[in-house]
């Protein structure tokens, strides 16, 4: 699979990479506090990160004055398994290299299927930031080659928390937590009941 830059010209319709913050302090904690699992573990929100002098530079200028959370993705992957989109953008902090397999929300179909051989792959270098849109399909980060990553990411407070009532029938059947919109592959591992979406191949970042 073809991996692009974050820096290339094609990924301006996905996202952006954030200037005029820094992150090395997030990153620091990051590398020691957040564990890296041989599959993929993912906390919405962790105090030790969400107490950092960032968060609240990231609530006033990259969200608006809006609340938000700072949490993680980290481990071990190399597949795309799913593909979900929120409401609202969200910011990963590499803190090791890894890579971003992005699509675009409009290239869903009117029956909520979406084709994998869309997706484009971006690697985001340890240290970078880039904020990923609203409209840009996203899931789990990858790894380089083999290698666990890190990512902290950074959403509107109680983005992925579970939800409070049932949703059915079109969009809203894709709704598996709050504020996220999930179209899985058949052959992800998904849970039992998981909405599917995705048809083609489920697609691997080593090959």
């Not at 902090?93 to 869309?118: K, W």
């Not at 484009?120 to 340890?126: G, I």
Request: charged share 20%; aromatic share 8%; proline share 6%.
């Amino acid at each position: 699979m073809k991996i692009y830059s974050v820096a290339d010209e094609r990924f301006k319709k996905y996202g952006k990479v954030v200037e005029g913050i820094d992150f090395s302090e997030l990153i620091q904690v990051m590398e020691e506090c957040t564990p890296l699992p041989e599959d993929v573990a993912y906390v919405p929100g962790l105090e030790a990160l969400e107490s950092l002098p960032v968060c609240r530079e990231l609530t006033v200028k990259t969200y608006g004055e809006m609340p938000i959370q700072i949490g993680y993705c980290n481990g071990h992957n190399s597949m795309l398994n799913a593909l979900e989109y929120h409401r609202s953008s969200e910011i990963n902090v590499a803190a090791t290299d890894a890579v971003l397999m992005l699509g675009c929300q409009p290239d869903i179909t009117a029956d909520f299927t979406y084709d994998t051989s869309l997706v484009e792959a971006f690697l985001v270098p340890k240290g970078t930031a880039v904020e990923v849109y609203a409209t840009t399909l996203h899931y789990a980060p990858c790894g380089v080659d083999g290698a666990g990553f890190k990512v902290a990411i950074v959403l509107p407070k109680g983005t992925n928390l579970d939800l409070e009532m049932d949703h059915k029938g079109g969009e809203d059947g894709h709704l598996t937590a709050k504020n996220k919109w999930l179209l899985g592959h058949p052959k992800g591992g998904l849970p039992e009941g998981s909405p599917m979406g995705l048809v083609g191949k489920n697609l691997c970042t080593n090959e």
